[in-house]
């Protein structure tokens, strides 16, 4: 993952923390699953152009047992910040190190963190509406991104051009289809 190009920052347990099942204490892997569930759902909910643009930050605390710094789930860009006193300390770093922080948007309602994306004209977003807009299907995202997945989704290019092949003529048709003999 290239944190240059991040488009979409996510501080995980932000997000987890208010949607996380009552009594929770009761399975010891219940914040295994709950790190699970929200990717599942990220993979569901985000159009696959934009999973590897995306990063969720955990703490490390109690990582998966086979938790490396950084590794890919569901398409998504996951980081435990085993390196770093708190994920926020990580987090403010991806959001310093990105090219286009205007581009960016930060999900976290830690004030620490909107503060560190406000500086860089980042779009920052509470995370449980964030996250509830999300599953309802209204992604909240940097206009650009949206306007860029928007073109996306309708077949065109960065200029709004078509990138679609150009439509034939029944007669074109005609030819082709004789050429290949059907």
């Known amino acids: 993952m290239d944190p240059q190009k991040l488009v979409l920052l996510i501080d995980g347990y932000n997000v987890i923390a208010p949607v996380a099942a009552p009594g929770r204490g009761c399975d010891p892997r ?45 398409g998504v860009n996951v980081r435990f910040a085993i390196n770093y006193p708190e994920a926020d300390d990580l987090i403010e770093e991806l959001i310093l190190s990105c090219s286009t922080p205007k581009k960016l948007t930060v999900v976290s309602s830690d004030r620490r963190i909107q503060a560190a994306a406000k500086r860089r004209s980042s779009f920052v977003f509470e995370s449980i509406t964030w996250f509830d807009q999300l599953l309802a299907g209204d992604m909240q995202l940097a206009p650009e991104v949206l306007a860029k997945l928007e073109r996306e989704r309708q077949g065109q290019g960065r200029e709004g051009k078509s990138l679609d092949v150009p439509s034939l003529s029944p007669e074109e048709v005609d030819q082709w289809l004789s050429e290949f003999e059907f």
Do not use: G, I, Y
């Not at 569930?37 to 990582?63: H, I, Q």
């Open 30 to 74: 219940w914040l295994e699953r709950e790190r699970a569930l929200l990717l599942k759902r990220l993979r569901e909910c985000l159009p696959d152009s934009l999973l590897p643009l995306t990063c969720v930050v955990f703490d490390a605390a109690n990582p998966p047992p086979d938790a490396s710094e950084l590794h890919v789930w569901f």
